[in-house]
């Protein structure tokens, strides 16, 4: 790196006022002068690239969409292409317009819809998410206790349905839970039940939905987690008098709260904002803001609100998981 | 001498009683019909190398493993299918196990907790155990704040708290450094003597177990080849397995030739002289027999000595100085190597011994031991 160094305070008398014979002289320093900026970057780089590559990807496909549509949310509705306002334009060809428009958020306030469907995406992630981790946790648990070579079948049957597309698995549901579905065939055929139970298009089928797509992102954390722990804790325990009920409460159910927790999110956070299940298992009473950033966007054409629902989707989230994140990292620092 | 004080002690009452007790994991016998006694206030060591199943004795006793056959008895009751949470011991695991999301005071309190204990009884219980370990300070910390001696006497601290008829310790020591452990050892030594407490402790420090013990079962392969105390065991080892385990020896393996009451003498091809040992043995004459000396009764020396027996002469291949002593590696003409070790009394003791010198060794036909197996 120090050999650069000469070649830099070159440059730079150079590049205050150089004489125009030696233009051409710059010229080839300059060119050197990239290429060896460019050989020292990537001399830093081998490891430095391995970290940009997330960061890029990030940037892509997350903070730049991200920002368009951050942008839009500050627009108004239009009739045209782009359906909406841009932000920044020549006003009369002389200066510079910024118009922000705020009141796509005043709007999400203002109209009950929104905030309506925002608490019914929260209620249903909610009892989503503790359905989940009630139906996740013993399993993950059964996993964890399980010889290994049962283990890793058993996982892989956890795995197993990502192998059909989602959105076949979901239809699949109908299938089952419909009026003439299996499910109620059979029930009636046994005589339980004399006419169909309606068991598809209303809250019950968007959680069951939920419940059964979002099942292996509950349990794997788990799993990883419980497979951790140490089992002469457990010995301690029982040594010490705990029966087994006691000594799961009291050892293994907080040590895997990490666990839960890393569950939870990955079952809680996709559910708030999910569309498809809501849309082909739920009823007309099933609210929540995925359907309506959809029917935003595709019926009304209405990007800018559209947007400033997902931005605001975005931040109810994310602030209290960034919260979430920050009193946990400090009880982490707090304990080391 | 805290050792010895305790030894001297007379322990007839048996606590454990282990009767025939044989475990298999599959086809691999991990114990082989063991039977011991350990009597009420004794300090019992399990010592033996890994895999020869004492660890998974301990276990029995703990309640973890189930025998497949035999039975254990603690205080005259048949333990056999009782829970770890149901039986009156309480065990010490060698990786401490504390619990890492419970403070050093909760994880003390754990056990009196599940008993049921009120309140008042439980903090004043905690109280008195973190004085005995000296934790008292740390009384709020998580077990990841503390040193690794700290972890091993919170871990004490919460094995002790219920008063349990019998503590079983895993490898209490392993995890400490050597200057900790030896200072531990005593420490340990003497919270047993103050609670009264029977100890049985798994080790695979000969050393260790020598230190603490008043007792020691010597394991190998699942069996017992010897208990006795640590003065015994060293003294009168009953086999060349104990005799090599438990401290270090010269073994010398030769034919029994005259077997009087009062003495025998073994011929052995290692050693140019006859062998005379002072005590008769239980062997027949012209059996193949293993002679032990230990390497502090071997005498070394410039000059001849004016003996016939137990005596030959070798050159000097080795000499490692280990401040207190020293021990030479003198090979006899035999090839025979035989470990000599010598105090360092003066600073320039046995200083005009070197390597290569021709040198004169023998012992005391008391100072040996035969063996038969």
């Known amino acids: ?336 | 001498m805290t050792t010895l004080a305790a030894a001297t002690r007379t322990r007839t009452k048996p606590i454990i009683q282990i009767q025939d007790v044989v475990k298999k994991f599959g086809d691999f016998t991990a114990v082989n019909g063991v039977s011991l006694t350990i009597n009420q206030g004794e300090l019992f060591s399990l010592l033996g190398g890994s895999g020869c199943g004492k660890s998974t004795l301990l276990r029995m006793i703990a309640g973890f493993e189930e025998p497949t056959s035999g039975r254990i008895l603690i205080d005259g009751q048949d333990i056999s299918g009782l829970a770890p949470y149901e039986r009156p011991v309480n065990m010490m695991f060698q990786s401490y196990a504390l619990f890492p999301h419970m403070t050093v005071e909760q994880n003390i309190a754990f056990g009196l907790k599940q008993d049921g204990l009120p309140k008042a009884e439980i903090k004043k219980r905690v109280a008195e155990m973190l004085e005995l370990v000296e934790l008292g300070r740390f009384a709020k910390r998580k077990p990841q704040q503390l040193s690794g001696g700290q972890r091993q006497r919170v871990a004490l601290a919460r094995s002790l708290a219920k008063r349990p008829k019998v503590l079983l310790l895993d490898e209490p020591l392993s995890a400490l450094d050597k200057k900790l452990r030896e200072r531990t050892q005593l420490e340990l030594v003497d919270i047993q003597e103050e609670l009264d407490v029977t100890f049985v402790m798994v080790t695979h420090d000969q050393e260790e177990a020598m230190t603490m013990s008043t007792r020691v079962a010597v394991m190998d392969a699942g069996e017992i080849i010897q208990i006795d105390n640590p003065h015994a065991m060293y003294e009168y080892p009953n086999s060349r397995f104990v005799a090599e385990f438990f401290g270090s020896v010269n073994m010398f393996e030769g034919v029994l030739d005259e077997d009087e009451a009062d003495y025998v003498t073994i011929q052995s091809p290692e050693i140019s002289s006859r062998i005379y040992v002072s005590h008769g043995i239980a062997a027949r004459q012209g059996q193949t027999v293993w002679v032990a000396v230990r390497p502090e009764k071997v005498f070394i020396g410039r000059q001849a000595p004016d003996v016939t027996d137990n005596v030959d002469q070798g050159t000097v291949t080795d000499i490692v100085y280990l401040g207190g002593i020293s021990t030479y590696m003198v090979t006899l003409d035999s090839g025979k190597v035989v470990r000599v070790t010598v105090p360092n009394i003066t600073r320039q003791a046995q200083a005009d011994i070197t390597w290569e010198d021709r040198v004169w060794i023998h012992w005391n036909p008391e100072s040996c031991v035969v063996v038969t197996q």
Request: proline residues 7%; neutral net charge.
């Open chain 1, 1 to 336: 790196m120090t050999h650069v160094r000469p070649e830099e305070q070159a440059r730079e008398p150079g590049a205050v006022g150089v004489p125009e014979a030696e233009e051409g002289v710059r010229a080839r320093r300059m060119t050197g002068h990239v290429s060896r900026w460019m050989s020292r970057r990537l001399r830093i780089g081998g490891r430095g690239l391995v970290i940009a590559i997330p960061y890029v990807w990030l940037l892509l496909f997350f903070l730049l969409p991200f920002a368009i549509v951050f942008k839009i949310s500050f627009a108004e509705y239009r009739l045209g292409l782009p359906p909406y306002t841009a932000l920044v334009e020549w006003a009369e060809g002389t200066y510079l317009r910024i118009q922000l428009a705020i009141g796509n958020y005043q709007f999400l306030l203002e109209d009950p819809l929104y905030v309506e469907a925002y608490l019914g995406s929260l209620k249903m992630a909610t009892v989503s998410t503790i359905l989940t981790l009630l139906v996740g946790y013993p399993m993950a648990y059964a996993i964890a206790k399980a010889r290994p070579s049962t283990r890793n079948m058993l996982l892989l049957l956890v795995i197993l349905p990502f192998w059909t597309s989602f959105l076949i698995r979901v239809y699949a549901w109908i299938g089952i839970l419909k009026s003439n579905g299996l499910l109620n065939n059979f029930l009636m055929w046994t005589g339980i039940i004399n006419e169909p139970l309606p068991l598809l298009y209303n809250e019950f089928s968007v959680y069951l939905g939920i419940t059964y797509s979002y099942l292996p992102f509950m349990i794997l954390p788990l799993y990883a987690n419980l497979e951790k722990l140490d089992r002469s804790l457990l010995e301690a325990a029982a040594d010490l008098g705990a029966k087994p009920w006691k000594a799961f409460l009291t050892v293994t159910l907080p040590l895997s709260v990490p666990g839960i927790v890393a569950g939870s999110l990955l079952v809680f956070i996709p559910a708030v904002g999910e569309f498809v299940i809501p849309d082909l298992l739920g009823g007309p009473e099933t609210l929540m803001i995925g359907r309506v950033l959809w029917s935003e966007f595709f019926n009304n054409r209405d990007w800018p609100v559209a947007s400033a629902v997902a931005i605001a989707m975005l931040v109810l989230l994310v602030v209290p998981i960034m919260l979430f994140q920050h009193y946990q990292a400090r009880d982490a620092k707090k304990e080391s």
